[in-house]
């Protein structure tokens, strides 16, 4: 269950982007809270959308069947959110459920919406937001995954890949996931090979694995590969972003070790502490400065000048290969 107390009963408010895991930790409130000899007289299904205030009230008055809980789930909140009414009732609802009730409420809080409102739902309810899940996530999230729902280890480079290759769509990576557990069979590890071998289209290069070149100080070799990603949809701007942060990461190592990096990481990206902390052996501050300094006069280049993204990205590579030989 998600971290939502252990206490059943009462309010629970899941709001956020990412419906993936919105659905799941839903699922997961209704499985806690009922069995399935009686579900099916306690669990209602309702649409914010579709119904009006007056209904919702009665059905969460309905006590139990034959058991000790009632579930309604309420999706789309927002669609109650129009009217003061509707707000002030579902307010009063969620503050103080009857006894024997599970009210469990998921919403996608639209642009330009009643912040007050949202924000007295999440005050008065037990709230958790589900934000969607970045690129750098998602290959944490894919080991993660393979490791508590299949016992499968699942390869730093193949997660990298498969999520290069299929993007941040974690119920389309859920199914990957399941895919290659049950591809590899009795092993206990899924590889880069087994994801291609699967049948997954895999790039030739990809961000990731071009970050670590220039982590591991191989500037030629990110030079000469730096024109598939361009050529494969990455674009200038979004390899700076991503320099930036390994540069960053960098940094954090080379001033506070391994530890002090992965206490600064998300949680699905504390697995990279090792690796950057490995790299960082072989960068000094000034260097990490002199290359952050260099990506800033790339990103204002990048965005002024008529010259092509790889030329930029190129120069500074170069530059940093200048360097090293010189030191």
């Known amino acids: 269950m998600p971290a939502l107390g252990k206490t059943l009963g009462g309010a629970f408010y899941l709001h956020g982007a990412d419906h993936f895991r919105k659905d799941e930790a839903l699922r997961a409130l209704i499985d806690a809270h009922l069995d399935e000899g009686t579900r099916d007289f306690n669990l209602d299904l309702l649409r914010g959308s579709e119904v009006d205030t007056e ?19 309420l999706r789309e ?64 999230w894919i080991m993660r995954r393979a490791k508590e729902e299949h016992g499968v ?17 974690l119920g389309v990576l859920s199914q990957e996931v399941t895919k290659l557990a049950d591809f590899v ?38 030079a000469r590969t730096l024109p598939i990603l361009l050529q494969q949809g990455e674009n200038g701007v979004g390899l700076v ?22 206490r600064s990481l998300p949680r699905h990206q ?11 052996r072989h960068w000094t501050a000034p260097e990490i400065d002199a ?5 800033l006069d790339v990103d204002r280049l990048l965005k002024a000048s008529p010259h092509t993204d790889e030329h930029f990205l190129e120069t500074w590579l170069l530059g940093l290969r200048v360097r090293a030989e010189a030191a």
């Open 291 to 295: 290359a952050l300094a260099g990506l």
């Open 270 to 280: 504390q697995w990279l502490a090792g690796r950057v902390a490995s790299q960082a």
């Open 185 to 222: 069979g009795d092993r206990t590890s899924v590889t880069i090979e087994d994801v291609e071998a699967a049948g997954t289209k895999l790039p030739s290069q990809d961000r990731w694995r071009w970050f670590d070149l220039v982590g591991d100080r191989k500037f030629s070799e990110a």
């Open 77 to 140: 909140v927002e669609g109650l959110a129009a009217s003061k009414h509707s707000r002030e009732e579902l307010l009063r609802i969620a503050e103080n459920p009857p006894p024997g009730l599970a009210l469990i409420m998921s919403c996608t809080v639209p642009s330009g919406s009643k912040a007050k409102f949202y924000s007295s739902l999440a005050r008065v309810a037990r709230s958790v937001e589900f934000k969607a899940i970045t690129e750098a996530d998602v290959p944490g």
């Open 55 to 73: 209904t919702l009230a009665s059905v969460v008055a309905t006590p139990p069947m034959m058991a000790e809980w009632r579930v309604v789930v």
């Open 241 to 262: 972003i991503g320099l930036a942060t390994q540069i960053l990461r960098l940094g954090i190592a080379v001033e506070e070790g391994a530890g002090g990096l992965e």
């Open 153 to 169: 280890e699942f390869d730093v480079d193949a997660a990298r890949a498969l999520g290069v290759a299929i993007g941040n769509n």
